[in-house]
């Protein structure tokens, strides 16, 4: 039996969440139907959130405590990548300081393309042997929905990390079993904003019920597993009643099912699996069979089996954590002007050209990506920017690198700004304090007003600076928020 298997796994759920019934109240004028399935809240993106920043969250915390320099392999899957034409996993590889000698991939195009980036990574690990088998795998999807839409209600916004190895895993992986199938649930074509769905029943009864069972019967068939034995089956299906039903056609016990977060998030996309597994893990005990199942124009289910190494592993950012740290939100509008459905009048003020000079930023990619600071050799003042000569001791000698990005800081000073252009209004901006002595001024976001003030213990987080309307680029940097 291969010794593959998980080692670390994180999540990230944005903070905000917006209430189902405040969406269904907005639309009762022309849909008064919505309110019948307007019940909890589900997470959307900040206008400074995507699936790369979501990403970079997630994989940052699921590598914390852990040595990420023998990592060989990322692979970055979403069906709602920033780029078409830009390596995504690249991106969240620099942002996280991977460093160059990794192989990076990206995977898209389904809603399993979480559950198949995983089993690549498991598999091609279990053949190379163990020196080659430590890969992470982050999947991460923000979907949108048009307004007044079911899936408006459905769809949330999320990120999944998971580090794949054969060093002490918490769960090892007993085999797969996959099926591909021309059976459309729901598409959208290449440069469409959404979805086009499909009727519930005939996903239910036609999608669901026979081709998820047809592929785990076939894995628990050939790893010689009773479907009663399954303690937790991972199945990321929203629609009510279908994951009830899989497992009753399986024989999977009932309390074997794991809550798919419907009413406290909504549906994560390629993440949501893994979402659903990773709040597995985080509840399991040794020797416990954990089923994960991707659904999407076909199957991918996974079978994995707790160690003892699962009761002393810790994650810096589960599941449950992810989930608790939400703040619910009843204003309609800023969801749709957060994804880009409303566009506001912002005036004069919002009128600035936003290109961004790609042969500046590459030069300057180790301070503006990876947030390295410089430290003087002489004096030891660590300064962001970096600049030709100390600004303490005046030494033009090289400066070494010095990360800030998660250096322990405070607030130094800090104002709230009403007149300048910001996507959502405040904008906080001040000086911050790190521990080690860089000082800078930056962006403040996750801001309350009635917690905050100076001295307020600061984390860093890599968000979208700002969009170039003209050019569809953005560029992001590195943001203080208040410490969890």
């Not at 809603?111 to 089993?119: C, E, F, K, P």
């Not at 034995?229 to 794991?258: N, R, W, Y």
């Not at 005036?347 to 430290?375: N, P, S």
């Not at 004096?379 to 250096?407: I, Y």
Request: aromatic letters at 8%.
């Amino acid at each position: 039996m291969s010794d593959i298997g998980i080692t670390g796994y994180a999540a990230y759920v944005p903070r905000l969440r917006m209430d189902r019934a405040a969406i269904a109240a907005a639309h009762a004028w022309a849909l008064p139907g919505l309110k019948s399935a307007a019940k909890g809240e589900r997470s959307f993106c900040s206008w400074d959130e995507d699936t790369i920043t979501m990403s970079v969250a997630a994989l940052r915390a699921c590598l914390r405590g852990s040595a990420s320099g023998s990592l060989r392999s990322l692979s970055f899957a979403s069906t709602t990548p920033v780029f078409a034409d830009l390596q995504n996993a690249s991106m969240v590889a620099a942002a996280a300081g991977l460093g160059a000698e990794l192989s990076t991939l990206d995977a898209s195009g389904s809603l399993r393309a979480g559950t198949s980036a995983l089993l690549r990574a498991l598999e091609g690990g279990a053949a190379a042997g163990s020196s080659m088998a430590d890969s992470a795998i982050v999947a991460a999807d923000a979907r949108r929905a048009k307004p007044g839409s079911v899936q408006e209600l459905h769809y949330g916004a999320g990120a999944v990390a998971l580090r794949v190895g054969s060093a002490a895993p918490i769960a090892r992986y007993l085999g797969s079993a996959s099926s591909v199938s021309a059976f459309v649930d729901h598409f959208r074509s290449e440069g469409e904003a959404y979805d086009y769905q499909w009727e519930e029943r005939w996903i239910r009864d036609e999608g669901y019920l026979k081709i998820v069972p047809a592929a785990v019967q076939r894995l628990l068939k050939s790893a010689g597993v009773e479907a009663a034995s399954i303690d937790h089956f991972c199945l990321s299906a929203t629609i009510g009643g279908v994951a009830a039903a899989v497992a009753k056609q399986l024989g999977i016990k009932p309390e074997a099912l794991v809550d798919n977060f419907a009413a406290r998030c909504g549906d994560t996309g390629a993440a949501h699996p893994l979402l659903m597994f990773a709040a597995a893990l985080e509840r399991a005990t040794p020797g416990q069979k954990i089923l994960v199942t991707g659904f999407g124009a076909g199957c991918d289910a996974l079978l994995f089996e707790t160690t003892a190494a699962i009761s002393a592993y810790r994650s810096a950012s589960p599941p449950s954590t992810a989930l608790a740290r939400g703040l619910t939100d009843g204003n309609y509008t800023k969801l749709l002007s957060f994804s880009g459905e409303l566009q506001l009048d912002w005036g004069m003020r919002a009128e600035c050209d936003m290109k961004t000079a790609l042969t500046q930023l590459y030069r300057a990619r180790e301070q503006v990506v990876a947030f390295m600071a410089g430290k003087c050799s002489h004096c030891g003042t660590v300064q962001f920017p970096r600049l030709a000569a100390c600004v303490k001791c005046d030494s033009t000698a090289p400066m070494s690198a010095e990360p800030l990005a998660d250096a322990p800081a405070k607030v130094a000073t800090f104002t709230a700004d009403w007149l300048m252009y910001y996507p959502a209004p405040p904008l906080y901006v001040g000086l911050v304090q790190f521990d080690n002595g860089a000082r800078l001024v930056m962006e403040m976001v996750e801001v309350d007003p009635e917690r905050f003030d100076v001295g307020t213990p600061l984390r860093m987080v890599y968000r979208v600076k700002d969009r170039d309307p003209l050019r569809h680029h953005q560029r992001y940097f590195w943001k203080a928020a208040p410490a969890l």
